[in-house]
C-alpha cells in the first residue's frame, strides 16, 4: 500500500497485511455487506462498465446538459484549495472530480476515494489514476478506516438513501474530517426515485418497494454542527446538504 495513504488509516489497518484488488486495498466490514448495501453493491457491480456510457448517452437525450450541470453545483459548494486533503465518499466512476474549481491547482490535492463497489472503483480507477494524485479504497460509508479529523474536504455524493446505516455513514464523515470542516451530503429526492428508478429497466427490480424520507436523514445529522444547510436541485430532482463540524 502507498506509504502516504497508510498513514492516513487507523493503526489497525497500518499493522495487518491489506489484501488487495487491481491494487485497490479491500478494507470492507462484513458486518455491513447485508440487505440493501449488498443488494446495491451488487447492482453497481455490474452496472459499472457501462455506467459512465450509459449517463453519457441516455442522460444527455433526455436531460441535456443538467446532469452536469448539478454535479458542477453540489461540487462548488465545497471549499477548494490547493494543497487540501479530500475524502469523496461513494465516489462510483468519479466524474464528480471533473468538476473541481478550475481555480484549484489539481495536482496538488491528495484525494481518496472509498466505494463498496469494486466494480465502480475499477472504473474510476482507470480514468483518473493518471491525472489526479488519487487513492482508492473498496470500504463501508458506515466503517471508514481512517484516523480522526483526517481531511480538509469531506462529501458524499449518491448512495446514502438507501445505506444500512445512514447514522453511522453521517457519524464516520464527521469523524474523519477535520474541525471546521464543511461536509456535503447529497442524493436524489424522492420524487425522482419514484419517476427514474423506478421506472427504469435497469434499476427498477432494485428499487421496487423502496422509500426514502428527507427529513429523516436530515435529523440524523447532529446538533453539535453549524451552519448546516439543505438545498433542492435540478428541479428538485436532487438535494444537498452541507454543514460545518
Request: hydrophobic residues 35%; contains cysteine; proline residues 2%.
Amino acid at each position: 500500500m502507498d506509504p502516504d495513504l497508510a498513514s492516513k488509516l487507523k493503526p489497525q489497518y497500518r499493522e495487518v497485511a491489506v489484501k488487495e484488488t487491481n491494487g485497490i486495498p479491500v478494507l470492507l466490514n462484513k458486518q455491513f455487506l447485508t440487505g440493501d448495501n449488498e443488494k446495491y453493491r451488487k447492482m453497481y457491480n455490474w452496472m459499472s462498465r457501462g455506467y459512465d456510457l450509459v449517463e453519457t448517452v441516455v442522460g444527455r437525450l433526455k436531460y441535456g446538459n443538467t446532469i452536469n450541470n448539478v454535479r458542477s453545483a453540489n461540487i462548488s459548494k465545497l471549499e477548494w484549495r490547493d494543497n487540501c486533503s479530500v475524502l469523496y465518499v461513494s465516489i462510483g466512476t468519479g466524474r464528480d472530480l471533473q468538476f473541481i474549481p478550475v481555480t484549484v491547482n489539481k495536482k496538488t490535492l491528495d484525494i481518496v476515494g472509498v466505494d463498496i463497489s469494486m466494480g465502480m472503483l475499477k472504473q474510476c480507477k482507470k480514468s483518473y489514476h493518471k491525472k489526479l494524485n488519487l487513492s482508492l479504497i473498496n470500504c463501508c460509508a458506515e466503517d471508514l478506516p481512517f484516523n480522526d479529523n483526517e481531511f480538509d474536504i469531506v462529501f458524499h455524493v449518491g448512495g446514502i438513501n438507501f445505506f444500512n446505516g445512514k447514522q453511522l455513514a453521517i457519524n464516520e464523515m464527521i469523524r474523519v474530517a477535520k474541525k471546521g470542516t464543511k461536509i456535503l451530503i447529497a442524493d436524489e429526492t424522492a420524487d425522482f426515485i419514484e419517476k427514474q428508478y423506478k421506472k427504469s429497466n435497469l434499476t427498477k427490480n432494485y428499487f421496487a418497494g423502496q422509500t426514502f424520507d428527507l427529513h429523516d436523514l436530515e435529523a440524523m445529522i447532529p446538533n453539535t454542527v453549524t451552519e448546516k444547510t439543505t438545498e433542492l436541485l435540478w428541479d428538485d430532482r436532487f438535494y444537498c446538504i452541507t454543514f460545518r463540524k
